[in-house]
Structures are given as structure tokens and as C-alpha cells.
């Protein structure tokens, strides 16, 4: 039972860098969110999606995006890394918004 | 939109019982406790959907008063596995936890 699973758990970039985080689940769950920490604070809804083909923006969507092409994989993109982006990015997935969400490990982001 | 949590930070020792707050200024519908462990993943503790609705596992329990928009965490003669940061979490137009109640477990 893998639950979520995120790739990569550790990544340094410099600032204007590309890169994206993948977030895969294999409990058939239909929502899936992305959210970041940073040191100290709680988690912000980054965007989340209520199902495949469909997105939305949470609390913090500014320079992300995200694409929710299958069902079981929702990604994260950075389209231009700012050091404000540093961060623990964590991926959950969830049946709907009255079951509990399941964490993945989280990737730790640093954008030099 | 974000829940508040109260206290922010709790020293306990081994034993000790602590109760952790969650209020919000909109309508709670519902209320999900998750804890977290330094440097790991937030793991889910309990949903409560009703005003009213009580639930407990082991030594942690938790309340709803939907009335009062809050919701209450108990944790019981604390045992160090306790410690972490816990949060309250709700969905309005889209899901927000609260900033977190860092609970420190001492022998």
C-alpha cells in the first residue's frame, strides 16, 4: 500500500528554474490538493482538484500550476522558481471533502 | 477564512490533559483534526460532520458545537507520542487549516 507518493523528496533550484513535482495516489481517490509549509506556519491550499480534467486555485495559486490529466496523478509546476517559493510542498488526496485527506511525504523545495 | 487555533503552544508533562481550540468567524460545516510530527507528513486524527457529533480515539476525543462555530481537541493522561503540532482544518469555499497548536509532551 503505497497511499500518496511525491517525487522528487528533495530538490535545489536557482531562481528563474522550471521544474515539476509529481503527487501519484492508488486509492482511486477523486480529489487531490497540493499545499505548501513554510518553517513554523500551517499548510496553505496551493490549488486542488475535484477530479480528473478538472482543477482549481486555493489560498496561495500565484506562480503555480497544476495538471490533473489521470485520475491517480496530479502535478505541480513552477514555471519560474522564486526564492519565496522555498518551501515543504505536500500532496494529499481525499474521496471527498467530508473523508480524511491522506498526506504524502512532501518535497522539500529550495530555490537559491 | 482560515480557522483560528488556540492555544499556539502547550507544555505538558506525561499524564497531564490539554484541550486545543479551533474557531472560525463563518459557518463551520465541518471539522477535521490532523497531527503532525516534526518532519514528517500531517496524519489524520478524526473528522466530526454534525454540531453536536463527538468522537474519540483512545485518549484523544473532540467535540463540535457548530452553534458556537467551534470545535474542541481533548487529549487525555498525554503520553509522549503526543507531542507534535496539531491542526483544524474546514472547508468553506475551498479547504483551510488553522495555523496549529505545537503540543510538547515532557516526562
Known amino acids: 500500500n503505497a497511499g500518496v507518493t511525491q517525487t522528487p523528496k528533495f530538490r535545489v533550484l536557482k531562481t528563474g528554474q522550471s521544474m515539476t513535482l509529481l503527487c501519484a495516489q492508488d486509492?482511486?481517490?477523486?480529489?487531490m490538493y497540493w499545499y505548501r509549509q513554510d518553517p513554523g506556519m500551517g499548510l496553505r491550499l496551493i490549488h486542488y482538484?475535484?477530479?480528473?480534467?478538472?482543477?482549481a486555485k486555493g489560498e496561495v495559486p500565484d506562480g503555480y500550476n497544476v495538471s490533473r490529466l489521470k485520475k491517480q496523478n496530479f502535478l505541480l509546476g513552477l514555471e519560474s522558481a522564486a526564492p519565496s517559493q522555498t518551501s515543504v510542498y505536500f500532496c494529499?488526496?481525499?474521496?471527498?471533502?467530508?473523508?480524511?485527506?491522506?498526506f504524502g511525504d512532501g518535497t522539500r523545495l529550495s530555490i537559491l | 477564512q482560515q480557522p483560528v487555533q488556540s492555544p499556539q503552544a502547550v507544555i505538558l508533562r506525561e499524564g497531564e490533559d490539554a484541550v486545543i481550540n479551533c474557531s472560525s468567524s463563518?459557518?463551520?460545516?465541518?471539522v477535521h483534526w490532523y497531527r503532525q510530527k516534526h518532519g514528517e507528513a500531517p496524519v489524520f486524527l478524526m473528522i466530526?460532520?454534525?454540531?453536536?457529533e463527538q468522537k474519540g480515539h483512545e485518549k484523544i476525543s473532540a467535540s463540535f458545537n457548530e452553534k458556537k462555530q467551534q470545535s474542541s481537541l481533548y487529549l487525555t493522561a498525554s503520553q509522549l507520542s503526543y507531542s507534535g503540532t496539531y491542526f483544524c482544518?474546514?472547508?468553506?469555499?475551498?479547504?483551510?487549516f488553522g495555523s496549529g497548536t505545537k503540543l510538547n509532551v515532557k516526562p
Open positions: 466530526l460532520l454534525k454540531g453536536g
Open positions: 486509492m482511486n481517490h477523486e480529489y
Open positions: 482538484s475535484v477530479g480528473e480534467g478538472t482543477t
Open positions: 494529499a488526496s481525499s474521496q471527498n471533502s467530508n473523508q480524511p485527506q491522506h
Open positions: 463563518k459557518a463551520l460545516y465541518s
Open positions: 482544518g474546514s472547508l468553506f469555499n475551498k479547504f483551510y
